[in-house]
């Protein structure tokens, strides 16, 4: 189906372990966004990409790793993870046609770091 | 600095009560986009709507409505006759032109008893 996914849905990992979480469009949208969603914060930009190879940091990239080799996917990783990164991801993707921006959301992966 | 105020931060209503979600932005920007999106108890991030600056005209999509003012740097958001699915965290976002990314709210949990 089309869409944006995101893999895994789920997952629980020791502090220090590095982590990647995938992220796939079949939009060939050009922008892609990782967020991260805490009781308080709201969303909050880790970091984002305007094409294959462009990355640019987000309101809270420390800790945080992305690639982006293909326009389709745009993994996260965290390099040493620690618990203050336990939280629920949210990988997004928008286009510029038209000025519009709207970003879609992928279902989200909820990581418990322990 | 661009910034989104969802003063509300939890709405309880009874079913077929119309609710109101207030946000409020600040941008020094004259061309913008304002959004709002759906985060229900099964926690996908939905996009609702987008409005332009340069658009004022309100909106209405069935039980959902939306009163952009320029003048009072306001996007509120109503629901007539609100029903129990209408229950989930709403976010109002806002993109200032020339930039991809959006600035969110902290969110609204909206409540709705049968």
């Known amino acids: 189906d089309a869409g944006i996914t995101q893999s895994p849905r789920y997952k629980i990992t020791e502090t220090g372990r590095q982590v990647t979480l995938m992220c796939h469009q079949t939009?060939?949208?050009?922008?892609m966004f990782w967020y991260r969603q805490d009781l308080g914060h709201g969303l909050r930009l880790i970091y984002y990409?305007?094409?294959?190879?462009?990355?640019d940091k987000g309101e809270v990239p420390d800790g945080y790793v992305v690639s982006r080799s293909k326009t389709e996917n745009f993994p996260l990783t965290l390099e040493s993870a620690t618990r203050s990164q336990t939280s629920v991801y949210f990988c997004?993707?928008?286009?510029?046609?038209?000025?519009?921006?709207?970003?879609?959301f992928g279902p989200g992966t909820r990581l418990t770091v322990t | 600095a661009q910034k989104v105020t969802q003063a509300q931060t939890e709405i309880s209503v009874v079913e077929k009560e119309d609710v109101t979600l207030d946000c409020v932005y600040e941008?020094?920007?004259?061309?913008?986009?304002l959004f709002w999106y759906k985060q229900p108890p099964s926690g996908e991030l939905v996009f609702l709507i987008r409005?332009?600056?340069?658009?004022?005209q309100n909106e209405i999509s069935g039980r959902y409505s939306w009163n952009f003012q320029k003048s009072t740097s306001s996007f509120n958001f109503t629901i007539t006759a609100s029903q129990v699915v209408d229950s989930a965290v709403y976010f109002c976002?806002?993109?200032?032109?020339?930039?991809?990314?959006?600035?969110f709210g902290k969110g609204t949990m909206l409540l709705v008893s049968p």
């Open positions: 997004a993707s928008s286009e510029t046609v038209g000025g519009s921006y709207e970003q879609y």
């Open positions: 939009w060939s949208h050009s922008y």
């Open positions: 990409s305007a094409a294959a190879d462009i990355t």
């Open positions: 941008t020094r920007d004259t061309t913008y986009y």
């Open positions: 409005r332009n600056s340069f658009d004022e």
């Open positions: 976002a806002l993109r200032e032109s020339g930039y991809s990314t959006l600035t």
